[in-house]
């Protein structure tokens, strides 16, 4: 996830950028040119403007970076496969070209590139990913990216040297010698006595061992009972444990938001509702042969002149239906100010495509063809979509992202509905 505005930014203008700090160049000049050149272009221009000088096959490495983080994948599976090759990659090198210390623009570029997925991945995942991690936590504190990105916090491993234990002394040595010969030496004299016991003390001895023997019996006979309750019991505890983990399995899938099929789309045309005042229809290309229309309560906040040709997030897996007789075909969700004062439908990056669904870093599964009404769904997910901060939209703080960033808001803290 980008810093303070640039999340805006397409993925192109954001390496731009990040080159330009790195050489010390104002991004300005650059960014106005990002529309018509492409990302290689622009690197040939900033490292010309750079001053610096590159060696030919220096440059040809730069660019085969520059292709990994072109080719950079929008799926959650492939970008985490694509990563566990970078980090083995990385299990013996500090930076990705000359093997130095020093970070070069190929650092930069991939950094750029894979940022806005690694902030959204779990603790989990990137345990997965160590050398990745520890090589983004070296370009992040090498580099001097200003508010280009949000610092990954990264978790480094406490060593606690073990305690060594002093040699023992001489004079220890040999009084410990001492008493392991005073031992011997009493041991020996306990033998020689044990001899010499009388008849009556050995069949007193005998019908003491019988008593001890029936106490044993006796006392491993309650044992045996304990273990069998205890293993009883262990079962019973295990079968309760398994089924609460059960249970907290399909309520986790009744609330993941990859039971939403969320997509792009792009209005069209939006005009009032014919018979409400706070409705608005707006027919959305979401990449079908066929327009989807939409109401949305959302006349209040928007006149349908600035809807027109706007980017939008909607669901497009809710169940059809009439809304004041106009038939509905989706839901466009929108973030909300606390007080409900100020709403605005979320916007996808510039370069998003209409139909490209919405992915989640670390969330796989199918959407419902179909959702359940009965089963409120949508409840149960909603209260866990909301504006982060930055604008950025999330669910449960996992980015709301496209083949070309994240989905964004002006309201930052919002919720999303």
Request: charge should be neutral; proline fraction near 6%.
């Amino acid at each position: 996830m980008a810093a303070n505005g640039s999340t805006n930014l397409t993925k192109k203008q954001l390496i731009a950028s990040s080159l330009c700090k790195h050489f010390s160049l104002d991004p300005k000049a650059f960014l106005g040119d990002s529309a018509e050149n492409d990302i290689k272009t622009l690197y040939s221009n900033i490292l010309q403007s750079s001053g610096k000088d590159s060696s030919p096959g220096h440059k040809d490495e730069v660019m085969k970076w520059m292709d990994f983080a072109e080719s950079f994948p929008t799926d959650s599976k492939e970008c985490f496969d694509v990563l566990n090759k970078l980090n083995e990659d990385l299990v013996t090198i500090s930076v990705l070209l000359d093997n130095g210390l020093s970070p070069t623009e190929a650092d930069v570029i991939v950094f750029s590139a894979i940022h806005s997925f690694m902030m959204g991945l779990p603790n989990s995942d990137r345990d997965k990913l160590p050398h990745v991690m520890r090589w983004m936590d070296y370009i992040q504190n090498k580099e001097d990216f200003g508010e280009l990105f949000e610092k990954i916090l990264v978790k480094k491993p406490f060593f606690d040297p073990p305690s060594v234990k002093p040699p023992a002394k001489a004079g220890a040595e040999s009084n410990a010698k001492k008493t392991a010969e005073s031992t011997k030496s009493a041991n020996k004299s306990e033998a020689d006595s044990s001899g010499n016991t009388s008849d009556a003390a050995k069949k007193a001895t005998g019908e003491k061992g019988a008593t001890q023997e029936k106490k044993k019996s006796v006392e491993t006979e309650a044992v045996a009972k304990d273990k069998k309750k205890k293993a009883t019991g262990d079962k019973e505890a295990t079968q309760e444990k398994k089924k609460s983990e059960t249970e907290a399995v399909e309520k986790d899938k009744e609330l993941s938001v990859s039971l939403l099929n969320i997509q792009v789309g792009l209005i069209r045309k939006a005009w009032k509702h014919p018979s409400a005042d706070s409705l608005l229809v707006e027919e959305i290309d979401v990449g079908e042969a066929k327009l989807r229309q939409v109401v949305s309560g959302l006349a209040k906040y928007c006149n349908p002149d600035e809807l027109t040709n706007r980017r939008v997030v909607l669901i497009t897996n809710v169940k059809p239906g009439k809304l004041r007789d106009v038939m509905s075909e989706g839901l466009v969700l929108c973030a909300s100010n606390e007080d409900h004062t100020i709403v605005e439908p979320l916007l996808p990056p510039e370069g998003a495509k209409p139909g490209e669904r919405i992915s989640f870093s670390g969330i796989d599964g199918k959407p419902e063809d179909v959702l359940n009404p009965k089963k409120k769904q949508l409840d149960k997910i909603t209260p866990n979509l909301f504006t982060d901060e930055k604008g950025v939209a999330t669910f449960k703080g996992i980015p709301f992202m496209t083949s070309a960033g994240p989905c964004t808001s002006s309201i930052p803290r919002a919720t999303i509905k």
